[in-house]
Structures are given as C-alpha cells and as structure tokens.
C-alpha cells in the first residue's frame, strides 16, 4: 500500500514552454502533498506545500508564479513549470501524506526529471 | 530552527563490512526520525522511522535507534551488500510544523564486491 506515482517520469522540453508534473496517490487519500526539488548530488529541497482544495504554501525562495501548484483532489497534485528555463532543470519528487495517519509520514513517487534545452 | 546534520560521503566499503552512517539532529519540539534511501535515479523510499526517544526502527538489516539525550539517530547494518548501494537520507518531522519533512544532506554509499 501507500504508492506514489508520478507522470511523467522525464521529459525534455523547449525553453519558454511549460511543463505539467503529476503526482498520485494511488491506493490513499492525501490531504497534503509536498513538492520538493533535488540538485545532482544534493538533497531535496522543499518547494513548496499544497493541501486539497486550497493554495498552496510556498517555501522561501520559491516563486509561485513560475512554478503553479494545483491540489485538485485528494489523490492528485500537479505542478507546472511555467516558461521553463535551463536552469529550471532538476528532478523533482512529490510526497504525499496519508489522509488520518497516526504518524507523520510521506510517501514519496519515484520523482521527475526535468531537463530544459 | 530545525536541521538534520548527517556525515559526508561518499563511504566505500567492501561487501559484508559494517555500516554505520552518523545523523544527529536539533529541532524546536519532539520529532519523529526517519531515515530514506534514495537508489540511482529513483525517488526516495522510507527505510526505517521513529516516532519517540529509544525507539529502534529496522527494516532489510539495517537499524537505527532514537536518542534523544544526544539528539542522533545514526543508521547501522552489520553487513552491506552491493546492494545496499545508494544514498542515504536522515530526515526529522514535527506535526507542529505541519509534518514537513527536514532532510540531511544525504550519505552516499558504495559497497564493492
């Protein structure tokens, strides 16, 4: 149980287009879901926090204009990369948190990679 | 504020040698600790947790014990495997901060046959 998908897992783009990422939870209901991003050889960064039927809270830093939060229901998040750039090019890893879980645990999808030509 | 501090990589170990990567944490309320594994181009996946002081999560060898009284919770396997091979994250949660999750810097751990 507790899976976390992601679509897609790549994609390569144009610069200036924009770029969908899905994150689902596929056999739970999540009532939160974090967007992190991750550098080669780092680690994650959390951009931003989106719980369903609400905005989303951004880290700092992150521009919310540039990359749009969407928590449609309680099993999909999307992000959006808009207008995307180079240097937008990372992977990126979603989490979802269990809806009424007793312990504060994510579970992650198998991440995107973004790479920006 | 909250931080995981975790020891640099990368470890380099032959298969079947002891395992021991250092996390130690500070945070504003009582967290719980988790430790992820990360393998080659692939998300994170949850190795082991601890919700309370002298908890011992385990899972596929490995082990790691709460300690509140230094604040650590360094992960230990007896005997690496190939395998094993990945990168290592520590990271602490607080619900009072809306369970976002704080990670290390990640450990890198390589283990040659």
């Known amino acids: 149980g507790a899976v976390v998908s992601q679509h897609p897992s790549w994609v390569i783009c144009k610069s200036g287009t924009s770029v969908k990422i899905e994150c689902r939870s596929l056999d739970f209901q999540a009532t939160t879901m974090f967007w992190y991003r991750q550098f080669p050889k780092q680690s994650l960064m959390l951009m931003a926090t989106s719980n369903e039927g609400s905005k989303a809270t951004y880290e700092q830093g992150v521009e919310k204009d540039k990359f749009l939060i969407n928590h449609a229901s309680l099993t999909l998040s999307t992000l959006t990369v808009t207008s995307a750039h180079p240097e937008d090019s990372s992977f990126y890893i979603c989490s979802a948190e269990e809806m009424g879980s007793s312990y504060n645990e994510q579970f992650f999808g198998p991440g995107t990679r973004l790479t920006v030509l | 504020g909250n931080s995981v501090t975790q020891m640099e990589g990368p470890v380099t170990l032959s298969e079947e040698a002891f395992l021991t990567i250092n996390c130690t944490y500070t945070?504003?309320?009582?967290?719980?600790l988790f430790w992820y594994v990360q393998y080659p181009g692939e998300g994170l996946q949850l190795l082991l947790k601890a919700t309370k002081a002298d908890d011992k999560g385990s899972n596929k060898g490995f082990e790691a014990t709460y300690r509140k009284e230094t604040t650590s919770f360094h992960l230990e396997k007896g005997s690496v495997q190939v395998s094993d091979s990945a990168v290592y994250f520590c990271?602490?949660?607080?619900?009072?901060?809306?369970?976002?999750?704080?990670f290390g810097g990640g450990t890198r751990l390589m283990v040659k046959p």
């Open positions: 945070a504003t309320g009582y967290p719980s």
């Open positions: 990271a602490l949660s607080l619900r009072e901060a809306g369970n976002m999750l704080t």
